[in-house]
């Protein structure tokens, strides 16, 4: 049982836009910034959004994020096939005093 | 460019220990920490601990205090994470990332930006 919560699977067909969300409490994502993470069929989770809404360099702006309140949501616009992966999202906890992460997300690209 | 370069894969008995190194490139070794992250297989994200390469500080999750240390060689450039009292549900693969220090503290804002290629850990009798 994660944390922090994420609906399992999310779909979408070439150039549409699709949101995954995350939910969490006042101890997380309320407190704490939110990172998002893609995890690539076989291959390491890599930073995709941090501090709520930046993206590292070399990410595409396709790729967005947002937080408010004890939620967090993660949209990706023109959605293209390379884009089918695993979205974690991750918020440190203040009480449980460790890094907390969504159970993931699964994108299929129709 | 920046890597991490984890050892290779492990394959242990129950109550056995185990020791995953992460060799760093390309940055100042002490200008970050590292985060242990393992994954089990089919599962989440499940966040170990991190250690500082600037003072040796550690942080470990509760639930794995006591079992696990987490070290540094700054001449090598390399950390370490030691798992003792192995169980069959420790079986996953291992992460190392790397987390920005800010004033000597290691900070959450900016995420874990640059991960190893993971070391599979199993656990079998």
């Known amino acids: 049982q994660s944390v922090l919560t994420q609906p399992p699977s999310a779909s979408g067909t070439p150039g549409q836009r699709v949101t995954f969300s995350c939910s969490g409490s006042s101890s997380n994502i309320r407190r704490n910034t939110v990172n998002w993470y893609q995890q690539l069929p076989g291959t390491a989770p890599k930073l995709l959004i941090y501090?709520?809404?930046q993206r590292p360099s070399g990410v595409p702006d396709r790729f967005s994020g947002s937080k408010s309140g004890t939620s967090a949501s993660l949209a990706i616009s023109g959605l293209q096939s390379e884009d089918e992966a695993d979205y974690f999202c991750?918020?440190?906890?203040?009480?449980?005093?460790?890094?907390?992460f969504g159970g993931g997300t699964k994108l299929t690209v129709l | 460019q920046v890597q991490l370069v984890q050892s290779g894969a492990e394959v242990k008995k129950p109550g056995a220990s185990v020791k995953v190194s992460c060799k760093t490139s390309?940055?100042?070794?002490?200008?970050?920490?590292i985060s242990w992250v393992r994954q089990a297989p089919g599962q989440g994200l499940e966040w170990m601990g991190w250690?500082?390469?600037?003072?040796?500080?550690?942080k470990y999750a509760q639930k794995f205090q006591g079992r696990v240390t987490m070290t540094t060689d700054t001449s090598t450039s390399t950390a370490y994470m030691e798992l003792r009292s192995l169980r069959s549900d420790d079986t996953a693969m291992y992460y190392c990332?790397?987390?920005?220090?800010?004033?000597?503290?290691?900070?959450?804002?900016?995420?874990?930006?640059?991960w190893g290629q993971g070391t599979t850990v199993t656990v079998s009798s």
């Open positions: 501090s709520n809404n």
């Open positions: 990332a790397r987390v920005p220090i800010i004033r000597g503290v290691i900070t959450v804002f900016y995420g874990m930006d640059v």
């Open positions: 250690i500082s390469a600037y003072n040796g500080d550690t």
């Open positions: 991750a918020a440190w906890d203040d009480s449980l005093n460790v890094w907390v």
């Open positions: 390309g940055y100042t070794f002490n200008s970050y920490g």
